[in-house]
């Protein structure tokens, strides 16, 4: 399994990057999964419905499933901070890739999305993790940089690095779990 970040502050674009770049990956017939952090209370419940229902009353666990899908919400009593190799860690060991979006603190090679209009500093001259730039004005860059600097705008350009360079992507669960 090869697990890639993408990090930036919220409204650079990380959500788009990963949604634009999933399609590219699936046509290539590669199984992605995607861990999203999450930084507010978020519900994937509704108002009414039974798992909305057997959570409230108090399941530490609900797990929804059909044969199409399934979603596992947990509640954590108290907030506790989730560790993105966990997250990883149940995901089906059959993925070919894993796009982890947030998780920004994390020591997964990543690719930092920078907008020059989010007005936002960059992260990449404080974190070694950072393996790559993904922007959409590249001669705005606040700092000058020996990293790859990818087109955000160009998914196949994107993809076409990432799979150039997916060995510096392989998880080793043995060691960071």
Do not use: C
């Not at 209370?41 to 499933?65: L, N, Q």
């Not at 796009?99 to 990449?124: H, N």
């Not at 700092?143 to 350009?157: C, I």
């Amino acid at each position: 399994m090869k697990v890639v970040a993408f990090a930036g502050f919220s409204g650079s674009g990380k959500t788009t990057l990963v949604e634009r770049l999933l399609p590219v990956f699936r046509q290539q017939g590669l199984r992605v999964s995607v861990v999203k952090h999450a930084h507010h209370s978020f519900d994937i419940d509704h108002v009414g419905k039974d798992s909305y229902r057997h959570r409230v009353a108090g399941a530490f666990e609900v797990v929804v499933a059909s044969s199409q899908r399934l979603a596992l919400m947990r509640e954590f009593e108290p907030s506790a901070p989730v560790s993105v190799h966990h997250l990883i860690a149940r995901l089906d060991e059959s993925v070919d890739w894993v796009f982890v979006e947030g998780f920004k603190d994390s020591e997964l090679p990543k690719i930092e999305v920078w907008r020059t209009s989010s007005k936002q500093p960059a992260r990449y001259p404080l974190d070694d993790f950072i393996v790559a730039i993904a922007t959409d004005s590249p001669v705005q860059l606040p700092h000058p940089t020996q990293r790859p600097v990818l087109d955000l705008n160009d998914m196949a350009a994107v993809a076409d690095w990432l799979m150039a360079n997916q060995s510096r992507f392989d998880y080793r669960t043995e060691i960071l779990v």
